[in-house]
């Protein structure tokens, strides 16, 4: 009985992989906005001011973020709990894969929603004069409240890391 539930739950992992595949479109998506944003830029590139050129750059570089998380969600999550990527050409895979464990991905998730949330803040420093200050300061203090669980959660990573290493 033992051995039935533990291959059950053990095979349970695959119920992750809808999830994956879910951020895999996820991903397509996020991949059309962006070239949906590149067309609807090379219209009015000669008319844009300076400053509108550097918000819709700070979109796609938004974009690129998210995009490269998704990615290193997807990729590291389906190693770690699915299964590992059989790549055959050592070429093709990626440097990083198989390395990330789950406190790596945390912390890569934190570092990247701390970068992200730095790009809205500039877009909104940039479009500060049509935004009512108390939204201002109200993105600022979310950005620092994400830049210092990102400081906690790598503190507590490397903490656990150097315990681990004593013993």
């Given amino acids: 009985m033992e051995k039935i539930i533990e291959k059950s739950i053990y095979a349970s992992r695959w119920l992750m992989f809808p999830v994956y595949v879910g951020l895999s479109f996820g991903f397509i998506l996020l991949t059309l906005k962006f070239f949906q944003q590149i067309i609807f830029i090379i219209p009015d590139i000669l008319a844009m001011s300076e400053s509108g050129l550097v918000l819709a750059v700070l979109s796609l570089i938004d974009i690129a973020l998210v995009g490269g998380l998704l990615v290193m969600v997807m990729f590291s999550g389906y190693e770690n709990f699915i299964s590992k990527m059989d790549i055959q050409d050592n070429e093709k895979r990626l440097?990083?894969?198989?390395?990330?464990?789950?406190?790596?991905?945390?912390?890569?998730?934190?570092?990247?929603?701390?970068?992200?949330?730095?790009?809205?803040?500039?877009?909104?420093?940039?479009?500060?004069?049509?935004?009512?200050?108390?939204?201002?300061?109200?993105?600022?203090i979310i950005r620092l409240t994400f830049v210092l669980s990102a400081f906690g959660m790598a503190y507590i990573d490397k903490m656990s890391k150097k315990k681990d290493n004593l013993h």
Avoid: P, Q, Y
């Fill in 95 to 140: 440097g990083w894969m198989g390395t990330m464990d789950v406190n790596s991905i945390k912390n890569k998730v934190a570092s990247s929603i701390v970068a992200i949330s730095s790009v809205h803040l500039l877009r909104l420093f940039m479009e500060a004069e049509r935004i009512l200050d108390n939204k201002i300061m109200l993105c600022v």
